[in-house]
């Protein structure tokens, strides 16, 4: 297996079933014999949409919350640009919050 990453996204509670089937789909947290392996943890995510924006939930110059979900999944670094291409594509919002760590391994 090649060198591992940690994909974080958070998305509204409504589409986080979607986009980790998606992810899943996609390849996305794989570990060993298993597929579609993620974490959750809900919250609540807040943005104030700026003049230029689009959003798809709130509007310009209104700060708007969100009951969202936190998706950590894993991947394989070759794998990283087709999985957050696929997050893109899938995401409700206009500029989806993504993290990617690296992780470390036992050896």
């Known amino acids: 297996m090649g060198h591992l990453l940690k994909v974080v996204v958070t998305v509204p509670e409504k589409d986080a079933e979607m986009l980790r ?4 789909d996609a390849n996305g947290g794989r570990i ?37 979900e936190r998706i950590e999944i894993t991947c394989e670094q070759k794998k990283l640009k087709n999985i957050i291409q696929v997050i893109r594509n899938n995401h409700p919002y206009e500029e989806p919050a993504i993290d990617i760590y690296p992780l470390l391994t036992e050896d």
Not at 21 to 24: D, S
């Open 32 to 68: 060993g014999s298993y597929s579609h392996c993620s974490f959750s943890v809900k919250g609540i995510g807040r943005f104030l949409p700026k003049e230029g924006a689009h959003p798809k939930i709130g509007e310009v110059g209104k700060l708007e919350e969100v009951i969202e």
């Open 21 to 24: 089937k998606n992810i899943g």
